[in-house]
């Protein structure tokens, strides 16, 4: 559930209404409503309650100050997977030991300064990077925490562009090599193995891929323990999805995660983290847009919008699906009709929707795109010299822009000329 209902013929976010923040904005630009991401973190928080646990938000999904503080004030700690998010994570106030850093090719000057920062683990992905991790460690004086990530080999059941746990993807080490890396981590100096990690995709609609990797987590665990490693957590990753459409084939909710989470792994008696990005800020965020043209086709009708892929690109680059709806709400009763939904950037993937039903649109009007708060803005780009548009948070009856809209000079003065032109 989210709180972008209708309310007396129009749509609000919270209880602001959501054409009121377009008249002060302009559009596109993103809302988030805090209510739905406190929500849905305490949501994570209260499924893992009787357990010692982090819930760690995978930053990549949203990253603007504004959201992290909101969530780090509720406790929440941060997934980071490069240097930029955890300068970004630090300097919206997140203490140190509430990271962890992912991601598969973390540089040297990312371990670096996370070492130097303060850093609750790493989750190491291959021996390489280990090695790595251990002498700039030695370099510094410090010790690594280290989770190693393992890549259980099990089908998450999603996209293929964003399942990561069979053994054809690039992350994690094999789970069959897994006691032959942690013999090696217990050889070098600089880091020190304090748990295991395991992350096998996202936007996942059952509970069973998981409940699969982690019965190999609890496995591994037990036989890493016979070996003489301490294992006292374990990461299990985010992934858990969203329902992007109305009908009724929802995901698994985050108390029955929870309660799968302790059937499976509570008899360990490890500290357990979870990276969940999506469920916290998905449904917490839309897209606003304007109606530019609609333009009559050979057999459809283009509505042709002034937000594009640059600034949502979900719909080009996974095939997603966002709900659309319209800013007024329309009459009950109100006749449908199939609109082919397009951005104005000159590629023909700049399409958000084919043949879908809306109520009769015109030039002026303004749509909203649900479900676009994780994996929105933070994907957005300028390509068509097209500047990044605001994102706003609301707050019950209070709004504020926290990214304001680039002038092109900004985007311009970026580039810079060398002499000999
Ligand atoms: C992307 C990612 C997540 C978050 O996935 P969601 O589907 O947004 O919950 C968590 N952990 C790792 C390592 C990731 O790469």
Same mark, same amino acid.
């Given at each position: 559930?989210?709180?972008?209902?209708?309310?007396d013929?129009?749509?609000?976010?919270?209880?602001?209404?959501?054409?009121?923040i377009?008249?002060?904005?302009?559009t596109?630009?993103?809302?988030?409503?805090?209510?739905?991401?406190?929500?849905?973190?305490?949501?994570?928080?209260?499924?893992?309650?009787?357990?010692?646990?982090?819930?760690?938000?995978?930053?990549?999904?949203?990253?603007?100050?504004?959201?992290?503080?909101?969530?780090?004030?509720?406790?929440?700690?941060?997934?980071?997977?490069?240097?930029?998010?955890?300068?970004?994570?630090?300097?919206?106030?997140?203490?140190?030991d509430?990271?962890?850093?992912?991601?598969?090719g973390?540089?040297?000057?990312?371990m670096?300064?996370?070492?130097?920062?303060?850093?609750?683990?790493?989750?190491?992905?291959?021996?390489?990077?280990?090695?790595?991790?251990?002498?700039?460690?030695?370099?510094?004086? !410090? %010790? #690594?925490?280290? +989770?190693?990530?393992?890549?259980? $080999?099990?089908?998450?059941? @999603?996209?293929?562009?964003?399942?990561? &746990?069979?053994?054809?993807?690039?992350?994690g080490?094999?789970?069959?090599?897994?006691?032959e890396?942690?013999?090696?981590?217990?050889?070098?100096?600089?880091?020190?193995?304090?748990?295991?990690?395991?992350?096998?995709?996202?936007?996942?609609?059952?509970?069973?891929?998981?409940?699969?990797?982690?019965? !190999? %987590? #609890?496995?591994? +665990?037990?036989?890493?323990?016979? $070996?003489?490693?301490?294992? @006292?957590?374990?990461?299990?990753?985010? &992934?858990?999805?969203?329902?992007?459409?109305?009908?009724?084939?929802?995901?698994p909710?985050?108390?029955?995660?929870?309660?799968?989470?302790?059937?499976?792994?509570?008899?360990?008696?490890?500290?357990?983290?979870?990276?969940?990005g999506?469920?916290?800020v998905?449904?917490?965020?839309?897209?606003?847009?304007? %109606?530019?043209y609609?333009k009559?086709?050979?057999?459809? $009708?283009?509505?042709?919008?002034?937000?594009?892929?640059?600034?949502l690109?979900?719909?080009?680059?996974y095939?997603?699906?966002?709900?659309?709806?319209?800013?007024?709400?329309?009459?009950?009763?109100?006749?449908?009709?199939?609109?082919?939904?397009?951005?104005?950037?000159?590629?023909?993937?700049?399409?958000?929707?084919?043949?879908?039903?809306?109520?009769?649109?015109?030039?002026?009007?303004?749509?909203?795109?649900?479900?676009?708060?994780?994996?929105?803005?933070?994907?957005?780009?300028?390509?068509?010299?097209?500047?990044?548009?605001?994102?706003?948070?609301v707050?019950?009856?209070?709004?504020?822009?926290?990214?304001?809209?680039?002038?092109?000079?900004?985007?311009?003065?970026?580039?810079?000329?060398?002499?000999?032109?």
């Amino acid at each position: 559930m989210d709180h972008f209902l209708y309310r007396d013929g129009a749509l609000y976010a919270e209880d602001v209404p959501v054409a009121e923040i377009a008249a002060a904005v302009g559009t596109p630009f993103y809302v988030y409503s805090t209510a739905t991401l406190t929500r849905h973190f305490r949501l994570f928080d209260e499924a893992l309650e009787g357990t010692d646990h982090l819930v760690c938000f995978a930053m990549k999904a949203a990253s603007n100050q504004a959201i992290l503080r909101t969530l780090a004030e509720l406790g929440a700690g941060m997934d980071v997977v490069s240097g930029g998010e955890y300068a970004r994570a630090r300097a919206a106030g997140v203490p140190g030991d509430r990271i962890v850093f992912s991601g598969v090719g973390k540089t040297h000057d990312e371990m670096r300064a996370a070492l130097e920062g303060g850093i609750r683990q790493f989750n190491v992905e291959s021996e390489p990077e280990m090695d790595a991790l251990s002498d700039i460690a030695v370099s510094l004086g !410090k %010790v #690594a925490p280290i +989770t190693v990530r393992v890549n259980p $080999d099990v089908d998450a059941k @999603t996209h293929a562009k964003i399942a990561t &746990g069979k053994a054809e993807n690039k992350f994690g080490i094999p789970i069959s090599r897994a006691r032959e890396v942690y013999a090696h981590a217990a050889t070098l100096p600089g880091v020190e193995v304090v748990g295991i990690d395991v992350h096998i995709g996202s936007q996942l609609t059952e509970l069973e891929p998981y409940r699969a990797a982690y019965r !190999k %987590v #609890a496995e591994l +665990t037990e036989a890493l323990r016979a $070996d003489g490693h301490t294992i @006292t957590r374990l990461d299990l990753g985010g &992934g858990l999805g969203i329902p992007y459409t109305r009908d009724n084939t929802a995901p698994p909710l985050p108390v029955e995660y929870g309660q799968m989470v302790k059937e499976e792994l509570a008899h360990l008696g490890c500290e357990i983290e979870i990276e969940p990005g999506r469920l916290i800020v998905g449904n917490a965020g839309l897209m606003v847009s304007r %109606v530019i043209y609609v333009k009559s086709g050979q057999d459809r $009708d283009f509505l042709i919008l002034d937000g594009a892929m640059n600034d949502l690109l979900r719909p080009a680059m996974y095939d997603a699906y966002h709900d659309i709806v319209t800013v007024a709400e329309p009459a009950p009763g109100a006749a449908m009709q199939p609109y082919d939904v397009v951005g104005p950037v000159c590629e023909s993937g700049d399409t958000f929707a084919k043949a879908r039903d809306l109520p009769h649109l015109k030039a002026g009007d303004l749509v909203a795109f649900r479900s676009a708060g994780a994996y929105g803005a933070v994907m957005a780009s300028e390509y068509n010299t097209r500047p990044l548009i605001p994102e706003v948070l609301v707050k019950g009856d209070q709004f504020a822009v926290i990214r304001r809209r680039p002038t092109f000079d900004e985007m311009i003065n970026r580039d810079t000329i060398p002499e000999w032109l």
